[in-house]
């Protein structure tokens, strides 16, 4: 026998078994025992479930300063790349001026 429910799920009635031949109280056993099993094994899994959720808030929490020390050794080494970039560029331009401008001044000179 089966019965919807609203939810979509369908009940089926438990079974009882007897023990042995002696009365109701068997399935009533069986199935006790059977609960307190399946109730052991939801505690255990609870509390494995409550271990790992502690284990990623400490993960997440590690990575979140892991990120901050990143970001922070990553500033410091942007300004120091940012000055030598400076100092590059200002080589680079020099170069390039006298590159185009010596040639130009010996054409003239020569003329």
């Known amino acids: ?10 009940l089926v009635p438990f079974p009882r078994f ?3 031949g002696g009365g109701g109280d068997g399935g009533d056993m069986y199935t006790r ?9 939801d505690e255990l899994r609870e509390r494995n479930m409550r ?3 502690s284990e990623l808030k400490n993960i997440s929490q590690k990575m979140d300063n892991m990120e901050t020390r990143l970001v ?5 080494m ?10 590059n560029q200002k080589w680079l331009v020099a170069l ?5 401008l010596v040639p130009l001044f010996m054409a003239l000179v020569t003329k």
Do not use: C, P
């Open 18 to 20: 007897k023990n042995g």
């Open 1 to 10: 026998m089966q019965a919807d429910r609203d939810d979509g799920t369908n």
């Open 72 to 76: 922070d050794k990553l500033g410091a």
């Open 33 to 41: 025992e059977r609960i307190a099993r399946l109730e052991a094994t």
């Open 51 to 53: 271990g790992v959720e």
């Open 96 to 100: 390039l001026v006298s590159a185009i």
């Open 78 to 87: 942007d300004t120091r790349f940012r000055d030598k970039a400076d100092e």
